[in-house]
């Protein structure tokens, strides 16, 4: 399942907007631009399965995220998805995987209080007795030369 | 039929014999004639590996997907509460505060432990420094990695977090860790290659109640662990899944 955002979650002033979702979905976003810096020597982890729905995440994905362990559990990966990221990064994680390949890039992800972290992500196919079961994407500290790079290139794509 | 067990070549000096104490023990609780090869590094090890000559391994977590994916290994159990974290390390007298603040072309001083090397890598990204603006200075050990920085011939040092904090306090004193590692979930195991496949259960249970009789805890205290812990096949489908994410 997945929420619209609520404002007694959101921390100080925000913008709100309607983002469509991967899976037809659509969720309304309320956002601000407090930055929460990727903690030193720590790997975000998830597995979601086939479909996005996420099925495993660790301490820091729940420290990071600002949700519940229970909150995440069952929900739609997208629930990260912050409105600056262009539609079309996604498109490409999605069209990578399915091949069977890994896929890297830098994501600005949002978190419960409307605020968002920036990470470099990697995902990659669960293959189980030669079948795709789920993805596992791991996240870690991301370089800020190449997070600034980002900040620049990702308006130009929408 | 006698089998051949080893260990990954970066066990503590401290626990070598314990290995060999383990091997014995291990023989009489299973009826195997087991030789225990100590190789000297990680090529050596590949190579026996790459031979087919290795049946029961302690390997280190980055050699797991080959073990499981291409030699038909399975994995047993893990060490309770071990994991393997990676420190990043400067001299005290280093103005660095921070890995982002790093220049590229620096020396940064490793061993042969590729989990360590590969986890130090990835801590060193936030500075924009990989493997083709750094200069890797090889070490044996992790005490001749902080001589290293010591010296000043290196600049930074990538140390398994364990062998950091068994360094002597008048080491330690002289050293600044920049980053520690909080993974949790990249570790060691306890891994049976297809020659001893039929025997996986058994052996598992065998390890799994080591605890349970006063030789057997002697056996793996001399090792440094309390107790063994399963690993099934998705746990180390799982943790293979992470060290890919790591490796690209």
């Known amino acids: 399942m997945l929420h619209d955002m609520k404002a007694e979650d959101i921390n100080g002033e925000f913008t709100e907007v309607t983002l469509d979702l991967y899976g037809g979905l659509s969720r309304k976003i309320l956002y601000t631009e407090v930055e929460t810096p990727y903690p030193d020597g720590k790997l975000i982890v ?7 729905v996420i099925t495993h995440v660790n301490r820091s994905f729940v420290e990071m995220s600002g949700y519940e362990e229970e909150e995440l559990l069952g929900a739609p990966h997208s629930i990260l998805r912050h409105p600056d990221m262009p539609p079309a990064a996604f498109k490409d994680l999605w069209d990578t ?41 791991v996240r870690r500290k991301p370089s800020r030369t190449k997070v600034e790079e980002c900040i620049k290139l990702y308006p130009t794509l929408f | 039929m006698s089998y051949q067990f080893t260990v990954s070549p970066d066990f503590t000096p401290d626990h070598l ?30 190579e026996a590996i790459k031979k087919d000559n290795v049946d029961l391994i302690y390997a280190n977590p980055f050699d797991a997907a080959m073990l499981v994916r291409e030699r038909g290994f399975k994995p047993l159990v893990k060490a309770a509460g071990l994991s393997d974290e990676a420190i990043i390390a400067v001299n005290v007298d280093n103005q660095v505060e921070d890995v982002a603040h790093l ?6 001083a490793v061993t ?23 200069e890797i200075i090889q070490s044996d050990t992790y ?60 052996i598992q249970n065998t390890l799994m109640q080591m605890t349970g009789d006063e030789k057997g805890k002697g056996v793996l205290e001399s090792l440094g662990f309390t107790h063994w812990e399963n690993v099934d096949d998705e746990e180390m489908e799982f943790m293979i899944d992470l060290m890919d994410t790591l490796t690209m």
């Open chain 1, 97 to 137: 995987v399915n091949k069977g390949e890994k896929w890297q890039g830098f994501v600005k992800n949002l978190r419960k209080d409307g605020g968002y972290y920036w990470v470099k992500a990697t995902v990659i196919p669960n293959v189980r007795d030669d079948e795709v079961v789920g993805y596992t994407s």
């Open chain 1, 46 to 52: 998830s597995t979601t399965d086939k479909e996005g």
């Open chain 2, 143 to 202: 005490v001749l990695v902080a001589k290293h920085l010591l010296k000043n011939e290196a600049d930074v040092g990538i140390f398994l977090a364990e062998s950091f904090d068994d360094l002597s306090n008048m080491i330690k004193k002289q050293l600044r860790i920049l980053v520690r590692s909080q993974i949790s979930v990249i570790h060691h195991s306890l891994m049976i290659g297809p020659k001893l496949l039929d025997q996986r259960e058994n």
């Open chain 2, 17 to 46: 014999s314990g290995w060999y104490i383990f091997n014995t023990w291990l023989q009489k609780q299973t009826d195997n004639a087991i030789h225990l090869e100590m190789y000297n590094d990680f090529h050596d090890q590949r």
């Open chain 2, 112 to 134: 042969e432990d590729p989990d360590v090397h590969m986890m130090g890598m990835i801590m060193l990204e936030p500075g924009d420094l990989d493997a083709s603006n750094v």
């Open chain 2, 103 to 108: 220049n590229s072309g620096i020396k940064v």
